[in-house]
């Protein structure tokens, strides 16, 4: 059976918006506003909404970069951090979704006593919550059906609210700061902002409800960002306006004795009582739909005892194992029978995944991999505000449960290292260690034996005989490598003692000028006339290193070629596996005005979409990309397709436009026929690159330089670069 996926408005945005409009939102907002005046409900709502939407916007960056599968900030965390980190969160992360359940549970009971006064609240909790679970067990597609249909009656019982300042006397004598006074449970003998406001977060904690469906999406990169901002914007700006609503309706005694102020005052109490019920359940429905795929996703990654069982799912997809852990947990949260002590235990579990989510796209931002290309970029200072602000507040809130908390956290990271996880995606933790120090090499090799594809980045080996092979590619060599690639250029040692001296002198002053950009650059000499064995047997000795080069850098003097050599050198380039790239100048033209590139795709396999894999063509790619953003400049794209079982609708181009995550300004073409005489029809272009296919020979490359007289980059794959990852 095919699994069903929901779009943008089902699977993100109405969730979301259910969870954050919640039981909060009727039974508590006018009881913070009582406590804390206009001016501190102002106060806490916007602190709150600052680490949301943070979060939101850190969520929905790092989203449109990675394909993000089951989980969530689970996976989001672990692809970033690696599984042990992200294991870590994940667990209380889950067991904060499930405890929400329970939450939820409360509030629509605390609806229902209202009618009903006499029922008892024990049974109430566990009807209500078996509900709940019955919905959840027939099917994820019937529980979003049910939540259209309760989104509709929120949206009526908002209008009822805002409508009882047409039918009841308004107080004008506004309280701007609060008194604090309390609450009934404890015979009002006084709070604090604080503690208003740890009663108040998980209003706003569904901002993850959209990303924990995120392997029922139909996709996650696009639907997440769209329906999580979105959600968050509107009820941030409906919860603000309710401030002023409440404040109009009663004074600060009447608020914080009466939980029901909004249904008691209330242009038409039924329907916002309905809303209040409506709300709790969906939100409760979201949140007991939501957490045990987050477990489903810990278990597929083997975190979990008997994650075998856990990870199974019925033929629906449903993961029906972990939903019957997760009503048991739920259970236990029902037993805790109150609602303003489960909240400040939620509070603290949910700002340790919102400071990591933050802290993950900080990581990425701060090593600047090629492989960090988000669509949605942030400004530094959202993941920093977001990873900051979760932490402090952690730890203004409830000190003693904050540290509980990261106890708690390292005892699962600990657990966690200790089952020796494996990822079959890998992450960036290779890259994150390297860009710290050398030091790290020992710990990156144990985490990632083999250099994950993610943590990429070009690293230049550039063999040199005469100084005037880097000055002719001076600009371009920077142009690829910043700002975090490496050069390491390998030079013949010279007979000549005076001639020595001036290469010596030449590639101390070249070093200089790239280390001034911030690039990282040494150069060595060996004693060997042939260059051919010097570069042969200098990549088989660095083939044992951790931190070696990745590319072969050439320039090819159309003067004065020796075909032999270049020949040799692509297949010794091969064989070591290793990139290359051959830099063909065309006359004096060089790079002109260093504006527009050319990108020539060939031999793209079939089942590319399936497999994410574009074939030789990836190094070409990632070059187009780098060189771009240091141009400043634009890429058209031209996919030579000679491929009877290869067609591209506008829709695959879409997709192939998306997944590479090309410029916006990028235009993909696609053309049959000889390669060289498309490239001569598109003369507009600074530079045309290339991939190098099996058939084509320096002589060939030399060739479509000389027609098109426009300089050319012919790039070599190795298998340690993917632009699609």
Known sequence: MTKKTFGTFAGVFTPTTLTILGVIMYIRQPWVVGNAGIVGALGI?????????????????????VRIGTGGAFSIISKSLGLEIGGAIGIPFYIAQALAVAMYVFGFREGLVSILPNLNHLMLDVIIFSVVMAVAFISTSFAFKIQYVILGIIGLSLISIYGALFVNDLNYDFQLFGTYPGSIENNFSGT????????????????????????????????????????????TIIYISLIFVASLLATPDEMTSNYNLFIDKALYSPIVLAGLLGATLSSALGSFIGAPRIMLALAEKGILPK???????????????????????????????????????????????????????????????????PTLKVPLIVPALGAFGSIVIMFVINVIVALTSL???????????????????????????????????????????????????????????????IRSSYKLIHSIVFPKGSIKILSIFHENPEEQKNIELFLNNASQKYKESGISVSYAFVENKELNTTINISMQSLNAAFFKPNIIFATIDTGHVNLDYYNQLIMDVKKNNFGMILYIPYSTASLAIEKNINLWLTDIPTNWKETF??????????????????????????????????????????????????????????KQGEILNHVKMHRNADVNIFSVDSKMTTIDMISIVSE?????IFCVDSNLENVLV
């Open 45 to 65: 709502i916007l602190i709150s909404v600052a680490i949301t939407l943070t979060t939101a916007l850190s969520l929905s960056s790092i989203t449109t970069n």
């Open 192 to 235: 604090s902002f604080w503690v208003v406001f740890a009663v108040f977060f998980p209003a706003v904690t569904g901002v993850m409800a959209g990303a924990n469906m995120s392997g029922d999406l139909t996709s996650p990169r696009k639907s997440i960002p769209k329906g999580t901002i979105s959600a968050v914007i509107l009820t």
């Open 307 to 373: 994650s075998k069982e856990l990870s199974k799912t019925s033929k629906k997809g449903e993961p029906i194992n972990s939903m019957l852990i997760t009503a048991v947990i739920v259970f236990i949260g029902i037993s805790l029978r109150d609602l303003n002590t489960i909240a400040p235990i939620l509070t603290m579990f949910f700002m340790i995944t919102y400071a990591m989510v933050n802290i993950v796209v900080l990581v990425e931002q701060l090593l600047g991999l090629p492989s960090y290309r």
């Open 407 to 469: 106890i708690l956290i390292f005892i699962f990271y600990f657990y966690l290292v200790n089952l020796k996880l494996k990822s079959e995606a890998g992450d960036s933790r290779s890259g994150l260690f390297t860009a710290l120090a050398e030091w790290a090499t020992k710990k990156s090799s144990d985490l990632s034996p083999q250099k994950e594809v993610r943590s990429w980045r070009p690293d230049l080996l550039i063999p040199m005989s005469m100084p005037k092979e």
């Open 613 to 670: 894999n574009v074939g030789h063509n990836d190094l070409s790619t990632l070059l187009s990309l780098l060189i771009c953003k240091n141009w400043k400049g634009t890429i058209d794209a031209f996919i030579i397709d000679n491929n009877p079982d290869l067609k591209f609708s506008e829709s695959d181009l879409e997709s192939f436009k998306t997944m590479i995550r090309f410029p916006n300004k990028t235009n993909i073409n696609v």
């Open 708 to 712: 098109s007289r426009i300089s050319g």
